[in-house]
């Protein structure tokens, strides 16, 4: 059974960091792309960024472009997400989720973990 788990949210202040963690589970995740998606209250879903597994090609949506980083520990199977100079806007429950490589649709997601930043 997959389980992707998040941490790392909380209550920052506006131009400050936090990273958020993925313990992923259940399965080996070599042929899989990891992404991090973020949803605010009464907005849709959105994608913030993904990375593939194996070789770590990364893509960024264009509002956390050079802002946030994300990574993967293969040995820990661990996706991280490091945020930095946040912005009241990126305040939003963040999900980390996975799919197979060459997929569209994300087959796996987590719970979630809520990220606040105060102006």
């Known amino acids: 059974q997959v389980q992707l788990v998040e941490s790392g949210g909380g209550l ?3 131009g400050g960091s936090l990273r958020l963690s993925c ?3 259940g399965r ?3 042929s899989y792309v990891m992404g991090w998606f973020r949803q605010a209250p009464g907005k849709e879903r959105e994608f913030v960024a993904h990375i593939t597994w194996r070789g770590g090609s990364t893509r ?6 050079g802002r946030f980083t994300i990574s ?3 040995a820990k199977n661990t996706l991280y997400l490091q945020m930095n100079s946040l912005k009241p806007e990126d305040t939003a ?3 980390c989720a996975a799919r197979q490589f060459g997929q569209t649709s994300y087959d796996y997601w987590g719970q979630g973990t809520q990220v606040t930043v105060s102006s």
């Open 28 to 30: 080996t995740f070599s």
């Open 23 to 25: 313990a992923a589970s």
């Open 72 to 74: 993967r520990d293969n």
């Open 93 to 95: 429950v963040y999900y």
């Open 60 to 65: 960024y949506a264009d509002s956390v472009k």
């Open 12 to 14: 920052v202040q506006a």
